[in-house]
């Protein structure tokens, strides 16, 4: 039955939901046919399946499956990395980037940023426009968070570096595992988490250490 009803139809009518409500099922659907089936067997068709919706109301939420799976995206990159609150702005650079790249437990342990990846790396010469999506809302939107950070680091004086969009890319990397080992490399979810800790404050170790003078 479609999730999405008229409450006005008659007593007991599940409620209409909002169009944010709207977008977490249909994400949510997304997430269930990609994990299960590859990025391959999720067509608006079966997301629609998935989430008790017509194709005409995934089309009214999302314009395109580019769109959709760009909101999927937002999701896993939400799970990486968050932004800092108005009070966290005030503590020093170091424990500002820690933040900022430290990880929700969720991504060691659901299985949909790794689908998503695989999914991405065997359907990217046939969709190039998924691949456009998940790199402007993954890597590319993580390298801009950590550049406003430096750029407020260096208006603030902290810290002197005169490219942070270079610098940005640099430390995202750095506190990035590779990608082969990531998709080749089995490894429980404590263990990654744990090795993820380790290497992020190894990389602001050694990106601050090298990357400009801390004031």
Known sequence: MPKCCN??????????LDVTEREAIITDAAQSVIVAQGLAGASMAAIAQEAGMSKRTLYEVFESRAALFASLVRRIRDTVT?????????????????????????????????????????????QPELVRE??????????????????????????????????????ADMAHESVLDHLLVPQPACGRQAAYDRRLDLAIRVFLGGIGEVE
């Open 7 to 16: 409450p006005q139809r008659g007593p007991g009518r599940p409620r209409q």
């Open 134 to 171: 998940f790199m402007q809302e993954g890597p590319y939107a993580l390298r801009d968070m950590v550049r406003v950070e430096l750029d407020r680091s260096v208006a603030r004086g902290e810290i002197r570096i005169s490219d942070t969009v270079a610098a940005a890319c640099l430390l």
């Open 82 to 126: 968050r932004p800092l609150t108005v009070a966290e702005l005030d503590l020093p650079l170091a424990a500002r980037l820690r933040l900022l790249l430290t990880p929700t437990g969720e991504k060691f342990f659901d299985p949909l940023p790794l689908a998503v990846l695989r999914a991405v790396i065997a359907e990217a010469e046939r």
